[in-house]
């Protein structure tokens, strides 16, 4: 087993701090646009921030252990190092991580409910069990190709439309509209991943949509989910003028679809990390044109 000098930092690995922006981006939106609406709660921010990263790192912890456990992840493997798979915590001690920190989700995301009622206490209840069946069980969610459609679902539409609920007791158009927009950029994360790993992943018989349809269809993914995003910026303009501002990273779009058009395998490394932080300033920037 590998010694590391700081003990906490096989745990950060596994956290997989570069996808945080995942969590966090709409919450943030799902807030402004609560703020917007002359509703807003910070206890209810602070909350909903926090559930969400505890299930983002249950799901990040649940796929380095479910990935190494059916050998997605091996000595081959081309993406970032993940903390099972290279011996620095051992599959017992991942166990005892995933339900810790899943419990404790499910402790704060019982608590929410007693101000969104039964209704979000469902919701909740499908956000941990998929952040767990993503990879894990006979019906892994990433090996059936439904990862794409369950980000774009449980990080997008319930991330932001939840917040916003939770605020506001009311679900609208445009909570919809917000939701899908970060969604789809949140799900171009997975996109980039999955671009990346096909190859290992068809031997290891995760059958994603890049497995199933090719590198090409996956560029096709990532410009289509692009153009949601931007599109859903235009379109809260009914909300406020300023919702344009994450326009101005298109600069940078453009950059990453260069990426994704000529680069291969371990090149996509940081075309993932930079695609996760389009994905935070496009939040942050959609955030602030709502709350202007």
Same mark, same amino acid.
């Given at each position: 087993?590998?010694?590391?000098?700081?003990?906490?930092?096989?745990?950060?690995?596994?956290?997989?701090?570069?996808?945080?922006?995942?969590?966090?981006?709409?919450?943030?939106?799902?807030?402004?646009?609560?703020?917007?609406?002359?509703?807003?709660?910070?206890?209810?921010?602070?909350?909903?921030?926090?559930?969400?990263?505890?299930?983002?790192?249950?799901?990040?912890?649940?796929?380095?252990?479910?990935?190494?456990? #059916?050998?997605?992840?091996?000595?081959?493997?081309?993406?970032?190092?993940?903390?099972?798979?290279?011996?620095?915590?051992?599959?017992?001690?991942?166990?005892?991580?995933?339900?810790?920190?899943?419990?404790?989700?499910?402790?704060?995301?019982?608590?929410?409910?007693?101000?969104?009622?039964?209704?979000?206490?469902?919701?909740?209840?499908?956000?941990?069990?998929?952040?767990?069946?993503?990879?894990?069980?006979?019906?892994?969610?990433?090996? #059936?190709?439904?990862?794409?459609?369950?980000?774009?679902?449980?990080?997008?539409?319930?991330?932001?439309?939840?917040?916003?609920? !939770?605020?506001?007791?009311?679900?609208?158009?445009?909570?919809?509209?917000?939701?899908?927009? *970060?969604?789809?950029?949140?799900?171009?994360?997975?996109?980039?991943?999955?671009? $990346?790993?096909?190859?290992?992943?068809?031997?290891?018989?995760?059958?994603?949509?890049?497995? $199933?349809?090719? $590198?090409?269809?996956?560029?096709?993914?990532?410009?289509?989910? !692009?153009?949601?995003?931007? !599109?859903?910026?235009?379109?809260?303009?009914? *909300?406020?003028?300023?919702? !344009?501002?994450?326009?101005?990273?298109?600069?940078?779009?453009?950059?990453?679809?260069?990426?994704?058009?000529?680069?291969?395998?371990?090149?996509?490394?940081?075309?993932?990390?930079?695609?996760? $932080?389009?994905?935070?300033?496009?939040?942050?920037?959609?955030?602030?044109?709502?709350?202007?």
């Amino acid at each position: 087993m590998v010694v590391l000098s700081n003990k906490f930092t096989p745990w950060i690995l596994a956290a997989r701090p570069k996808t945080l922006p995942a969590a966090i981006g709409p919450v943030l939106v799902g807030s402004a646009l609560a703020f917007s609406s002359s509703s807003f709660s910070w206890q209810i921010l602070l909350a909903c921030g926090l559930l969400s990263l505890m299930l983002q790192i249950s799901s990040n912890f649940a796929n380095d252990l479910f990935d190494y456990l #059916k050998g997605a992840d091996g000595a081959d493997r081309i993406g970032p190092k993940r903390a099972v798979a290279s011996g620095l915590i051992s599959v017992k001690q991942m166990q005892i991580a995933v339900f810790l920190v899943t419990l404790a989700a499910v402790i704060l995301g019982v608590w929410l409910s007693s101000i969104g009622g039964p209704v979000l206490l469902l919701l909740g209840f499908f956000c941990v069990a998929a952040a767990i069946l993503y990879t894990a069980g006979p019906f892994a969610l990433a090996y #059936k190709g439904l990862g794409d459609i369950a980000v774009f679902i449980f990080f997008g539409l319930v991330g932001v439309a939840g917040t916003y609920y !939770l605020h506001t007791g009311e679900i609208t158009f445009y909570s919809i509209v917000a939701g899908a927009g *970060v969604g789809a950029l949140i799900t171009n994360i997975l996109v980039v991943n999955n671009t $990346r790993d096909r190859h290992h992943d068809a031997l290891a018989g995760k059958r994603t949509l890049a497995v $199933r349809f090719g $590198r090409s269809f996956c560029v096709r993914q990532y410009v289509f989910l !692009l153009g949601v995003g931007y !599109l859903c910026a235009v379109i809260l303009v009914g *909300v406020r003028p300023w919702t !344009l501002l994450p326009l101005l990273t298109l600069p940078f779009a453009v950059k990453m679809i260069k990426e994704m058009l000529k680069l291969e395998g371990q090149e996509l490394n940081n075309t993932l990390a930079n695609t996760a $932080r389009l994905v935070l300033a496009y939040s942050l920037l959609l955030a602030l044109g709502l709350i202007i």
